[in-house]
């Protein structure tokens, strides 16, 4: 079946760093790829809509200079958390809709734990 | 905007008893889906069921059942005869058919004692 794989799993990293997430799909193309974060005991919310060859989409409250998404192809997409703080400290997961076939459920990656130091 | 309510927020059942999680949602659109995924306690999440909103059908997946009834706005979720790899945070999630983001409700722990 289709699979995400996101990289890395963990992260742990001081204050300021700028860190790099990539969700990428391992056998179907998707022009679109969601970005989706986790507080701990909290639900996912979701923070943009990635559009490969396009701007990112980002939700109410999230922060387009901190959360840079590129999407230069069709089965990458990177989230990078610019100048990260303590706050920034969460569960990261991406999600892909294969382009290809329509009203198919969105495929997650395994997720991302960020804790910054 | 959509909207889903999970208002369990922990449930704890001992081993072979039935589970049901509640799920109610709210949306203005006619054409949507709802969701069940699973996270169990290593995070990744386990896609479980989705349902779109013209098929008000039941459905059983093994120990699985899922009523989806419109009338009420609600897709309950029942686990038969639980087991201990049953524990894990259950989201009910809806997503439009025009962009396909997800809404998720708070979650439900599920905690299944030996």
């Known amino acids: 079946g289709a699979v995400v794989s996101q990289h890395p799993s963990w992260v742990i990293c001081k204050s300021g760093t700028s860190v790099k997430i990539e969700c990428r799909s391992l056998?179907?193309?998707?022009?679109?790829m969601f970005w989706y974060r986790q507080f701990p005991k909290q639900s996912l919310m979701l923070m943009a809509t990635?559009?490969?060859?396009?701007?990112?989409?980002?939700e109410q409250g999230v922060e387009k200079d901190k959360f840079l998404i590129n999407h230069a192809s069709l089965t990458l997409s990177t989230l990078t958390v610019t100048s990260a703080h303590p706050e920034d400290s969460s569960f990261y997961i991406c999600?892909?809709?294969?382009?290809?076939?329509?009203?198919?459920?969105?495929?997650f990656g395994d997720g991302t734990r960020l804790s910054i130091l | 905007a959509q909207k889903v309510t999970q208002a369990q927020t922990e449930i704890s059942v001992v081993e072979k008893e039935d589970v049901t999680l509640d799920c109610v949602y709210e949306?203005?659109?006619?054409?949507?889906?709802l969701f069940w995924y699973k996270q169990p306690p290593s995070g990744e999440l386990v896609f479980l069921i989705r349902?779109?909103?013209?098929?008000?059908q039941n459905e059983i997946s093994g120990r699985y059942s899922w009523n989806f009834q419109k009338s009420t706005s609600s897709f309950n979720f029942t686990i038969t005869a639980s087991q201990v790899v049953d524990s894990a945070v259950y989201f009910c999630?809806?997503?439009?058919?025009?962009?396909?983001?997800?809404?998720f409700g708070a979650g439900t722990t599920v905690t299944v004692r030996a």
């Open positions: 349902r779109n909103s013209f098929d008000e």
């Open positions: 990635s559009n490969e060859g396009s701007k990112a989409t980002y």
């Open positions: 056998d179907f193309q998707a022009t679109t």
């Open positions: 999600s892909a809709r294969d382009s290809n076939i329509g009203n198919q459920p969105q495929h």
């Open positions: 949306t203005r659109d006619t054409t949507y889906y």
């Open positions: 999630a809806l997503s439009e058919a025009a962009d396909y983001k997800l809404s």
